[in-house]
């Protein structure tokens, strides 16, 4: 009975290992993506205020969308 815990756990181990391996990597490359994104703005000069500008813009769409204005 022991011996079939054990392998459970290790299973159940490797497992969640694995899937966090793959969460890292999906959150390695995101950020990599995004920085290579905002660096290409400010080489064009469009600077974090204006992003933050535009950011701002769309949410302000999307609400006037939601209440139907």
Same mark, same amino acid.
């Given at each position: 009975?022991?011996?079939?815990?054990?392998? /459970?756990?290790?299973?159940?181990? =490797? %497992? #969640?290992?694995?899937? $966090?391996?793959?969460?890292?990597? /999906?959150?390695?490359?995101?950020? =990599? %993506? #995004?920085?290579?994104? $905002?660096?290409?703005?400010?080489?064009?000069?469009i600077g974090p205020e204006k992003i933050t500008q535009e950011i701002g813009?769309?949410?302000?769409?999307?609400?006037?969308?939601?209440?139907?204005?």
């Amino acid at each position: 009975m022991d011996l079939l815990l054990l392998g /459970a756990a290790i299973v159940v181990t =490797f %497992l #969640v290992f694995t899937w $966090l391996v793959k969460v890292v990597k /999906a959150t390695v490359k995101t950020a =990599f %993506l #995004v920085a290579i994104v $905002l660096f290409g703005f400010q080489f064009i000069g469009i600077g974090p205020e204006k992003i933050t500008q535009e950011i701002g813009q769309i949410g302000q769409f999307l609400w006037q969308l939601v209440q139907g204005r």
